[in-house]
């Protein structure tokens, strides 16, 4: 369910790009999970803008 809230729908020809761009989905709801388990909670668009800058 996590996954449905932002995930990056590319759509592309390739078909190993879908498979990239769903790991890199999955390896991103995680390592959240991880992260709240650590340090209490925060929102799941709030932790991907941290990650990604």
Same mark, same amino acid.
């Given at each position: 369910?996590?996954?449905?809230?932002? +995930?990056?729908?590319?759509?592309? &020809?390739?078909?190993?790009?879908?498979?990239?761009?769903?790991? /890199?989905?999955? +390896?991103?709801?995680?390592?959240? &999970?991880?992260?709240?388990?650590?340090?209490?909670?925060?929102? /799941?668009?709030?932790?991907?803008?941290?990650?990604?800058?």
């Amino acid at each position: 369910m996590l996954r449905s809230l932002y +995930a990056m729908n590319r759509k592309s &020809v390739k078909w190993w790009h879908r498979i990239f761009w769903g790991l /890199l989905d999955i +390896a991103f709801v995680n390592s959240y &999970v991880a992260y709240q388990s650590m340090h209490g909670r925060m929102p /799941l668009w709030q932790y991907r803008r941290k990650v990604t800058i």
